[in-house]
């Protein structure tokens, strides 16, 4: 009879010991909800929505990242797929050296306690030298420059997953805006002979 007292009063308590332990995120990849085309404009709404948001190490999302789940989220967000991971995430793409890098691009570190060569973390080249990523639990999503010394050090190389061109120098708008431009030319020239 003690013993069943005992355990009325130890069940509680193992339960909440126990729920303490259990963690409050889903490891689980989760894939992206599509709701851009790929554009700057899309990735700069990103980039600018992302920013600040906390660290979580093995989440890629919406509220919270580790570094490839930052890029992950990021790309998957405009349709494009690629790896969770950031070692995998370096072996696609085309490799772009430092000096040709373009907004979009992933930028590749080792961030190890001992450098070993070994790409641990990934971010997302912004322009002007800089890159934002999912940096540490204490200071959540940031924009930092590749010329920090830290980051300069341990850079290893960059890959450019896609080619983000500016709708001004995109094919497709070149030809509406000459075509348009055309049309405009004609209409005002008829509406010249018209009047004349």
Same mark, same amino acid.
């Given at each position: ?5 005992? @355990?009325?009063?130890?069940?509680? @308590? ?14 689980? @990849?989760?894939?992206? $909800? ?18 600040? $948001? ?19 989220f990021t790309y998957g967000t405009m349709?494009i797929e690629i790896p969770r991971v ?37 971010? @997302? ?24 010394l830290y980051y300069k050090r341990r ?24 075509? $348009? ?16």
């Amino acid at each position: 009879m003690i013993y069943l007292k005992k @355990i009325k009063y130890v069940l509680p @308590i193992l339960g909440l010991i126990l729920s303490g332990c259990a963690s409050k995120y889903d490891y689980t @990849i989760h894939k992206p $909800k599509v709701l851009y085309k790929p554009s700057l404009s899309a990735l700069d709404k990103l980039n600018r929505r992302n920013l600040g $948001k906390r660290y979580v190490w093995a989440e890629e999302g919406p509220y919270c990242f580790d570094c490839s789940g930052l890029t992950y989220f990021t790309y998957g967000t405009m349709g494009i797929e690629i790896p969770r991971v950031a070692r995998e995430q370096f072996r696609v793409g085309t490799p772009v050296p430092k000096s040709q890098l373009k907004k979009g691009d992933l930028v590749f570190f080792d961030t190890g306690k001992y450098f070993t060569g070994r790409v641990t973390h990934v971010g @997302i080249y912004i322009g002007n030298g800089k890159f934002e990523h999912a940096s540490t639990s204490k200071r959540g999503v940031v924009i930092s420059s590749l010329n920090n010394l830290y980051y300069k050090r341990r850079y290893l190389g960059a890959r450019r997953i896609y080619n983000f061109t500016p709708y001004y120098q995109n094919p497709y708008y070149i030809e509406q805006k000459e075509a $348009k431009n055309n049309r405009l030319s004609y209409m005002s020239g008829a509406i010249f002979w018209r009047y004349y």
